[in-house]
């Protein structure tokens, strides 16, 4: 059946240091999406890639959908306290089901 | 709009007891979906729905049933709890398959 894989699981960065999450799935995608969510809280959605190699961002945020859209990356350029919270990722394939398989995130710490 | 509201909240249940969630949202989406959250497990899909009357399995729907007798609500069932069906329980809708899906608030369930 179809994984998504993220790494890592946790990071813990300083306010200010770079963040970086990755996505791998073991098909091709036909779209990911990126999902935050607050500790306590929900997931939010954030962003859909849907071409290959396709990059977009979001202020601080870099997403990038690989050449073979199998993967993906979130990178968060100088991390504030408010970026708390754990990325997931999704992705949806293109054969078999049609369905949002979600990664298994990545809980981001940013310590003051 | 109130968006995507789930209840109850929080709930303990013994084992074999059986309870339903309730899950309402009010965009108009035709797509309603429910998932579990487990530490380290991300979010896996237990059942969804593409529009009024319909239903489908997700990834895991082994113990749960779902009905969508109106296009605003979907509910869960658990029949006879077990405490393997102790997690979070999201409900989520989108306007269709490769939109985005916003998530209601979670229900917490316990099953001892």
């Known amino acids: 059946g179809q994984q998504v894989m993220q790494i890592p699981q946790y990071q813990h960065v300083q306010e200010g240091e770079d963040f970086t999450t990755y996505c791998n799935s073991s098909t091709t995608l036909s779209n990911i999406q990126w999902y935050k969510q607050r500790p306590g809280g929900h997931p939010v959605f954030l962003i859909q890639l849907v071409k290959s190699g396709e990059v977009k961002k979001q202020k601080r945020l870099t997403f990038q959908f690989g050449e073979a859209k199998k993967n993906s990356s979130l990178h968060i350029t100088a991390t504030q306290t408010t970026d708390v919270g754990t990325y997931f990722c999704?992705?949806?394939?293109?054969?078999?089901?049609?369905?949002?398989?979600f990664g298994t995130g990545t809980r981001l710490t940013v310590i003051p | 709009n109130a968006g995507v509201t789930q209840t109850p909240k929080f709930r303990v249940l013994k084992t074999g007891q059986s309870m339903t969630l309730l899950c309402a949202q009010d965009m108009n989406h035709e797509y309603m979906y429910w998932y579990r959250q487990d530490p380290g497990m991300g979010l896996r899909l237990i059942h969804y729905?593409?529009?009024?009357?319909?239903?489908a399995k997700g990834e895991v729907p082994d113990g749960y049933n779902v009905s969508r007798l109106k296009k605003q609500n979907f509910l869960l069932g658990l029949e006879s709890a077990a405490p393997s069906q102790t997690s979070v329980y999201f409900c989520?809708?989108?306007?269709?398959?490769?939109?985005?899906?916003?998530f209601g608030p979670g229900t917490r369930l316990t099953v001892t």
């Open positions: 729905s593409v529009g009024e009357g319909t239903t």
């Open positions: 989520a809708s989108s306007y269709s398959n490769s939109y985005e899906q916003y």
């Open positions: 999704a992705g949806r394939s293109q054969t078999g089901a049609n369905n949002l398989f």
